[in-house]
């Protein structure tokens, strides 16, 4: 039976397990994703792994074994080895296994065994070079444990008595000693592991007698030591061959008759060579005043990796003196840091060539970047053993810099420092590509200036450059951090926006295109006005390549100037959906306050002091017969858009203060009601009377309103708010600065306007509790407030962990789904009651 992942004790695993645990569906896209996931891949949050194929973070040697399909690995439900790739490029190594769930999706399980695998690899590692080193010297090692059976057998011990380790291992050391000597041996061995008293251990070797396979005796040097392993003893025993040394001594003296006759020979001979010696020290003098006079940077570096001596120039360029450098490793002052990729390139062009180059960016001492540029050769003896190592380094930061500033305008506009046409075609391909992988949709805006040739024919073209300038910053604005906005040439720009099935509407963005270029330009003092004429194509409706969609955003940008600019147009004569519902919504919301068919819906705020309820925020909904329920992000933009946000914006107000009454009438206690507002509306010279006419119509006090408003409203007309708002709270009315902290958030707007109270925008809330980022960001909100008296609020509440953090920041008031949905008047009053029961 498939596990069920939405059971409790799988949630607990899947929340806080340490492994990545990814929920897919059959192509292999990340549904859901634990925290420990995206933290394993080092991304910034879990919604930059949501909906990715989870084959973009396989290693690209290990994505064919995806080939047989997810439901072959779910159902033989065994663990396999996999490589991931993390966000910065890292490799890891799993541990993986595919299960089925009963939806019908996949669940993915990886255990991150990198360091366990560099670890055993290290050990084997460790175990060989050590073997190596045994095998390689001269003398017999053998060790052997307290009963005297052999454990260990290198090389040498094998060419010295004839056995091959696996006939040898396991059998007593007597068989290599002469009768008496096993004897004493064991007898040895015996009374020191009962005694202690040493009779064959110690550093100095004793000559004693050996025993080969063939049964031939011969003189050998032993010497014996003790290892402890734990409360394990071993003995190890190094024994060298001295049969050519003995017969050496019995050739010594007929040797020494012979010697002293070459000493003359050899004197003339080490005359010869000393007067070689010295020229050759001139020729190295030479060469080191040349070193020294080098503009490279020169540092001998020894078998330990330690430097040795530098020149001048290696201590400019590097920033650090002789005395640092000296005695040190060079990787202590470079990127080539242990572990890295220069670091791994390096080592195996010296084991494999010899010699090592490339280029990077290093640090100097005061913490300078520089590019450098760095070559690494080996110096052998003539047994080609390495001896040395040659390291030199050149600054390239200037050739660096110029290849850079060449790169930059190549690619980007030198007025705007927008992509250029290369880059938005380099840019556009591969949106379009990365849409037909993903199976999504792009749509790409084709901007024209109207007016902009009378701007630059009647103010020059200096004035009409710093028009193209502002244009580019207000058309930035308008996009999303994915998007890309370009500067074809002139007048013209584009707008790259991919995944406009997620959520992002063309003609939204082409609107807030059109309301940001509608705004005046100051030009010498001046204000200059031009328009935008937009065209729309969108992929692959319109186009499946890069060069025909260009195209039909082209033309369809030429059809908006014929419809008189300063509007969008779509390509295909025939408006799309999504247009058509725009249209309907336009023309539904014309009639839709005359059918009464907007409605508002209030959710509870809390006051975390005293646990009551203490107000509540009027959130609008329209329920069209024609187009069912519209969400409030449709056609609020509308409204705007069309100016009928006054006339809306003032029923809501007058609702709101109607409600508010009637639920004084059936015995509520009294509180706040908070009705959002526009920037329309308080540039409407009658909204003050407009407000306090609904407070009078109602019998209310001014207390009972809260009006919220948000950072980017104080921006939009400065003067005319400052007085509405300064009449507003001289008459009592609450001011709440609504999605406080993403907008401009500047201290001076709080001490300029008559703000009361602080709402904290949900974005920050969401992770309060996995966020260490957002967490100090709320905390810093609240202690500013309460550090000016005003009151905090945060809003999107849904989890108890957010409210005790919350708590604990002395948070002030809180509202969000943990409490209540936003509910209808009727079921407001049965939570109230509800809420006041629960509290006696």
Known sequence: ??????????????????????????????????????????????????????????????????????????????????????????????????????????????????????????????????????????????????????????????????????????????????????????????????????????????????????????????????????????????????????????????????????????????????????????????????????????????????????????????????????????????????????????????????????????????????????????????????????????????????????????????????????LFHDRLEQGIVNMKRNHKSLGLLFIDLDGFKLVNDTLGHDMGDILLKEAAARLTECVRDGDTVARLGGDEFTIIMPGLDEGVNAPIVAQRVLKALSEPFVLAGNETFVSGSIGIALFPEDADNAADLLKNADSAMYQAKEHGKANYQFFTKDMNAEVQDQLFIKAGLLKALERNEFKLVYQPKLDLSNNSVIGAEALMRWHSPDLGLVSPVTFIPILEETGMVIEVGAWAIREACRQHAQWLKQGLPPIKVAVNLSARQMREPSFVKIVMDALKEANLPSSALEIEITESMLMSDVPNVVAALEELHDFGINISMDDFGTGYSSLSYLKRFPIDTIKIDRSFVNDIDTNSDDAEIIHTIINMGQTLKRKIIAEGVETKAQLDILKLYNCDEVQGFFFSKPLSPDNFVTFMNDFESNLH
């Open 1 to 422: 039976m498939a596990p069920d992942i939405n059971s409790n004790i799988y949630h607990n695993i899947f929340a806080h397990s340490q492994s990545m645990i990814c929920v897919l569906d059959t192509y292999g896209t990340v549904l859901l994703a634990n925290d420990a996931a995206w933290k394993m891949l080092k991304l910034k949050g879990v919604a930059d792994f949501l909906n990715t194929s989870c084959l973009d973070i396989v290693h690209p040697d290990y994505k064919n074994v995806f080939e047989c399909g997810l439901d072959v690995f779910a159902a033989e439900q065994e663990v396999f080895p996999l490589k991931l790739v993390r966000a910065d490029g890292e490799i890891l190594d799993v541990e993986a296994m595919f299960t089925a769930l009963d939806d019908g999706k996949y669940m993915l399980e990886a255990r991150d065994i990198t360091e366990r695998k560099r670890t055993a690899e290290n050990l084997k590692d460790r175990e060989q070079r050590l073997q190596g080193i045994l095998n390689s010297v001269a003398d017999g090692i053998i060790t052997i444990n307290k009963k005297g059976k052999m454990q260990s057998f290198n090389k040498a011990a094998e060419r010295i008595f004839g056995y091959s380790s696996l006939e040898i291992l396991g059998q007593n050391i007597s068989i290599l000693l002469p009768k008496e000597d096993a004897s004493n041996h064991d007898q040895h061995l015996e009374n020191y592991e009962t005694t202690g008293f040493k009779k064959i251990l110690g550093k100095v070797s004793r000559e004693v007698s050996g025993i080969r396979k063939d049964g031939t005796e011969f003189p050998l040097e032993l010497a014996v030591m003790e290892l402890r392993h734990g409360i394990k003893r071993y003995y190890t025993g190094i024994v060298r061959d001295i049969t050519m040394r003995k017969d050496a001594e019995n050739a010594l003296k007929k040797a020494h008759d012979e010697l002293e006759m070459r000493v003359e020979e050899r004197t003339r001979e080490l005359t010869q060579e000393i007067s070689e010696r010295h020229r050759a020290e001139d020729g190295l003098r030479l060469s080191g005043e040349v070193i020294e006079s080098l503009a490279e940077g020169v540092a001998i570096i020894n078998q330990d990796f330690l430097i040795t001596s530098v020149n001048p120039a290696f201590s400019v360029i590097s920033g650090y003196s002789p005395k640092d450098l000296l005695g040190n490793c060079p990787i202590n002052h470079a990127a080539l840091s242990k572990g890295g990729a220069h670091y791994e390139q390096m080592w195996e062009g010296l084991i494999t060539r010899g010699c090592w180059e490339g280029e990077f960016w290093n640090i100097q001492k005061d913490g300078t970047h520089y590019a450098e540029r760095l070559s690494v050769t080996t110096i052998t003896n003539p047994d080609d053993d390495v001896r040395q190592f040659a390291a030199i380094i050149s600054d390239i930061t200037k050739r660096k810099q110029d290849e850079e500033r060449i790169l930059y305008q190549a690619n980007y506009d030198n007025l705007t420092n927008l992509p250029n046409r290369t």
